[in-house]
């Protein structure tokens, strides 16, 4: 079955015992099925916003640098940027190696290093610091004095559906998932209010279901420490343990 925008519409006409569209009259249909895309595209909005850094909204950025050039715009669908994953890509054609950069504070930047941006002949290189600007955008130092491929990752706002053809970010794995929210917004246009709030509780939790599966994150620690015994091999074992207990975190 496939998995488009049409698709999530007809799953919602199949449970509802409506009609079901078809690529030809989708974009002209009116009334419940105008209701029934928009229900699908409030349900993809509720779970991209119930958390900040889905995975399926990765995105690894490639800018390139123009020499002399110190700010650089922020991607139009960014909602977090990881400041922490900076890098300029090893060039063999400008010789230049990988390099992570450094976060600076922008105040920090402001007192220090500002005036890059304004001396006629401004120091330049590779840039090897990465500064967080507050008017949406980003600033290297030193400036560039070459066209460095600069990397970094972030997690971007997702487009809402519009064609039939059109494909949601979030995994078809958790198809039920955004079925079940948008069944909750159809039958709360047909005034069936009990049966919104069962789909409201099932679609609350098939999020934290994605969040278990997608977001949690558990640490395991191991140990390496060999038990001591009685007798005479306690001291060996004793000696084993101090020597070779750790931590692999």
């Not at 030193?142 to 972030?154: F, G, H, Q, V």
């Amino acid at each position: 079955m496939a998995y488009n925008f049409l698709a999530l519409v007809n799953d919602i006409n199949r449970r509802l015992n409506e009609v079901q569209l078809t690529s030809t009259n989708f974009s002209s249909a009116v009334g419940f099925y105008d209701l029934a895309k928009e229900a699908i595209n409030s349900s993809i909005r509720y779970i991209n916003q119930s958390e900040y850094e889905w995975p399926f909204n990765h995105v690894t950025q490639e800018d390139v640098l123009t020499a002399s050039t110190a700010r650089y715009p922020f991607p139009d669908d960014a909602k977090t940027i990881n400041f922490n994953t900076f890098r300029i890509k090893e060039d063999a054609t400008i010789g230049n190696n990988t390099v992570k950069l450094r976060e600076f504070a922008y105040n920090e930047y402001l007192d220090s290093y500002i005036d890059q941006e304004y001396k006629a002949s401004p120091n330049t290189g590779v840039p090897k610091n990465i500064i967080y600007a507050p008017s949406l955008e980003y600033v290297v130092h030193p400036l560039p004095n070459a066209a460095y491929t600069l990397i970094y990752e972030y997690y971007r706002i997702a487009v809402e559906l519009e064609n039939h053809n059109d494909v949601p970010n979030v995994p078809e794995r958790f198809r039920h998932i955004v079925v079940d929210g948008a069944m909750h917004y159809a039958y709360l246009f047909r005034g069936n209010s009990q049966d919104a709030i069962i789909s409201k509780e099932k679609f609350e939790e098939g999020i934290k279901h994605m969040r278990s599966l997608l977001i949690n994150n558990y640490t395991y620690v191991r140990s390496y420490m060999i038990p001591t015994v009685a007798g005479g091999r306690g001291r060996v074992g004793a000696s084993l343990s101090n020597a070779g207990s750790a931590l692999d975190l």
